[in-house]
T-cell receptor, first 116, second 111 residues
């Protein structure tokens, strides 16, 4: 079956611009996660959805970052007024259960965001 | 707050067994230990998870001593395609939903 997909695979933007990154989770997975990975580092948690609601957004670095999952499937990560420090790979993951993050999470290939 | 420590890098040769040890001194009583693998330009992939003693699957084995303060991921007879970053993870809290990654261990398999 299809895995987690993310679009675009690469996004280059200019400082100050707005970007949207999309995640299509595995069908039927109720839990969806966004992570950010900088070069040489492990992924860093941003936000977790259980169904349509953001159950934990404690990892979002500031109010320029926002994510939605209106129908409990596809999710969009939105970044306003991008800064060069936002450059990273943004990873999406989904899992079939939300009761524990240590149930297996399935990751997409990521979107590489470059802010010039 | 649980935290893991693992070697930054390891080298091995094809056909050898590789053991990567992770320390997690503050692991909580009910927490599982999970390992993920990440190839360049890909998202991490679940390898194995365990609570105590030994767990084995088609990819790896996980050894956990009785005190659970460390764990060892064992990869039998590695090949060049096993070159990747390996992450040892434990929950940051009992209610944690998200995975908390450290910097991982870069395993390089040489011919």
């Amino acid at each position: 079956g299809a895995g987690v997909s993310q679009t675009p695979s690469n996004k280059v933007t200019e400082k100050g611009k707005y970007v949207e990154l999309r995640c299509d989770p595995i069908s039927g997975h109720t839990a969806l996660y966004w992570y950010r990975q900088s070069l040489g580092q492990g992924p860093e948690f941003l936000i977790y959805f259980q169904g349509t609601g953001a159950a934990d957004d404690s990892g979002l670095p500031n109010d320029r970052f926002f994510a939605v999952r209106p129908e409990g499937s596809v999710s969009t990560l939105k970044i306003q007024r991008t800064e060069r420090g936002d450059s990273a790979v943004y990873l999406c993951a989904s899992s079939s259960k939300g009761t524990s993050g240590y149930n297996e999470q399935f990751f997409g290939p990521g979107t590489r965001l470059t802010v010039l | 707050l649980a935290k893991t420590t693992q070697p930054i890098s390891m080298d091995s040769y094809e056909g050898q067994e590789v053991n990567i040890t992770c320390s997690h001194n503050n692991i909580a009583t009910n927490d599982y230990i999970t390992w993920y693998q990440q190839f360049p330009s890909q998202g991490p992939r679940f390898i194995i998870q365990g609570y105590k003693t030994k767990v084995t699957n088609e990819v790896a084995s996980l050894f956990i001593p009785a005190d659970r303060k460390s764990s060892t991921l064992s990869l039998p007879r590695v090949s060049l395609s096993d070159t990747a970053v390996y992450y040892c993870l434990v929950p940051i809290s009992g209610s944690a939903r998200q995975l908390t990654f450290g910097s991982g261990t870069q395993l390089t398999v040489l011919p």
